[in-house]
């Protein structure tokens, strides 16, 4: 099982776990212990991991930090760990402040089990930053960080080669959540930009309300523009290889891509489960055969592009996100799930799909 692979299973467990999780400690075994195991070090071994390691601050003596990870005899790494239910904005990250200012630690992390966030000394040196380079949520996993995550593991950890990534990380997730903010909220500044190259006019009143309600217009089109189009291009390999299935009779529909006749949008969180779906399904066949084809009321995954082959359906346009499984008497049965990971949680549901199809025990009429 491949890295990537390992921690969506730890995060698959956490929805269950979290309702037994009622301490740290609970946080920590259940949790954080797993992770640390998954990125290589012995968690039994105190040469590796130090509970409990001791950081004197001044006049307080015995201070502890949760974990230290040891390389060469050295703390490298000190993680402080909360409650499962601990808000970490509200959660000061003070006591982890004091420990990495008076040990040689240069990687800081505050966690409650789910949020993991990863601190260094970019704006001064042995003084740990107030904001964060690095924030994994096992609950809303996204594969670019968890590759950077793949830094941290004791076979590849190089904290040379850290702190010059950390500082390009921690730049690019402030400038993101400066780009979320526009988008979402666009600033005078951020619209006057705009105004003044398209409109020769003065920026009045009238002209920056006008100009508002554009350029956020304007900025979410561009970006449902742009990933329609990745998503096009990802695909094109799909197409060409479905459209020399032979059957004729099963119609290999040219609407198979994200954007349909009817103008739908396929979303992140749609293109998303389908990456996932292709995940779980990937040592059982061939992934050129999984298809996306999507509609107002749903976002449908199929086998060969048949439409007589559905593997599953996704209904997240509403705030109760589901998804729809196929039962062997071709039934469908909607589950309410509540984030993406969850669709892990039925992968043998999904390979037995596949399975019957495969094995010519079911084929849906009717499904468009």
Request: hydrophobic share 35%.
């Amino acid at each position: 099982m491949d890295f990537i692979d390992q921690i969506k299973v730890l995060a698959t467990k956490i929805p269950k776990l979290s309702e037994s999780i009622k301490t740290e400690e609970g946080a920590k075994n259940a949790l954080v212990m797993p992770l640390l195991n998954i990125l290589g070090y012995n968690v039994f071994d105190p040469t590796e991991v130090v509970p409990e390691f001791t950081t004197d601050y001044g006049t307080k003596k015995g201070e502890k930090v949760d974990y230290a990870i040891i390389q060469d005899g050295k703390p490298i790494i000190l993680i402080e760990c909360k409650n499962i239910d601990a808000d970490l904005d509200k959660e000061h990250a003070s006591q982890l402040f004091r420990y990495f200012t008076v040990s040689e630690a240069k990687i800081g992390i505050l966690t409650n089990g789910i949020i993991y966030r990863f601190y260094t000394d970019i704006d001064a040196p042995n003084k740990m930053d107030d904001k964060s380079f690095l924030e994994i949520n096992l609950l809303d996993i996204k594969e670019p960080l968890i590759n950077e995550l793949k830094r941290f593991k004791k076979e590849s950890f190089n904290i040379d080669d850290l702190a010059t990534i950390a500082c390009e990380l921690k730049y690019t997730k402030e400038i993101k959540l400066i780009l979320a903010n526009e988008i979402n909220s666009p600033s005078e500044e951020f619209v006057k930009f705009f105004a003044k190259r398209v409109n020769e006019g003065p920026f009045t009143q009238s002209v920056r309300e006008k100009f508002t309600i554009i350029t956020k217009n304007a900025l979410n089109q561009f970006i449902n523009d742009r990933i329609n189009d990745r998503l096009k291009f990802a695909m094109s390999d799909t197409i060409t290889s479905t459209s020399n299935i032979s059957d004729s009779s099963e119609n290999l529909a040219s609407d198979s891509v994200s954007i349909n006749s009817d103008e739908t949008i396929t979303t992140e969180d749609e293109i998303e489960g389908f990456h996932i779906v292709k995940s779980i399904l990937r040592e059982n066949i061939d992934l050129k055969r999984i298809v996306i084809r999507d509609k107002k009321s749903y976002c449908g995954i199929l086998l060969d592009n048949n439409n007589r082959k559905p593997i599953c359906r996704m209904y997240f346009n509403t705030k109760q996100k589901y998804i729809g499984l196929f039962t062997e008497d071709k039934n469908e049965e909607k589950v309410p799930i509540e984030d993406l990971n969850c669709i892990y949680s039925y992968a043998d549901k999904l390979k037995n799909t596949v399975g019957n199809y495969e094995n010519g025990k079911q084929q849906i009429e009717g499904i468009n």
